[in-house]
Nanobody, 121 residues
């Protein structure tokens, strides 16, 4: 079993900052790409940022220059530092991880339960 758990969401004023964390645990052999997605009410889930095991990063145009994704492989954790937040960043943020199991060697994509980020004055 693999678990992916996010933390760090909340309410912040426009222009403020938040840092999201996502930790994977359980039957983990190798973690490949880890990423953050978000889904606003009435909209489809979209990619925010992703980072490969080699730390290559990719960002949505709407967040590039404001958000920074990073990972700590020793802790099986990915972070999303969000600066200069805007009301349009309000959404549920989901962590995603591409993991090969340690025992059984199966590979799958795992999602966290989501954490709410609300940007409002």
């Amino acid at each position: 079993q693999v678990q992916v758990v996010e933390s760090g969401g909340g309410l912040v004023q426009p222009g403020g900052s938040l840092r999201l964390s996502c930790a994977a645990s359980g039957n983990i052999g190798i973690i490949y790409t880890m990423g953050w997605y978000r889904q606003a009410p009435g909209k489809q889930r979209e990619l925010v940022a992703e980072i490969t095991s080699g730390r290559y990063t990719n960002y949505a145009d709407s967040v590039r220059g404001r958000f920074t994704i990073s990972r700590d492989n020793a802790k099986n954790t990915v972070y999303l530092q969000m600066n200069s937040l805007k009301p349009e960043d309000t959404a549920v943020y989901y962590c995603n991880a591409d993991i090969r199991a340690y025992s059984g060697h199966t590979r799958g994509t795992y999602w966290g339960q989501g954490t709410q980020v609300t940007v409002s004055s």
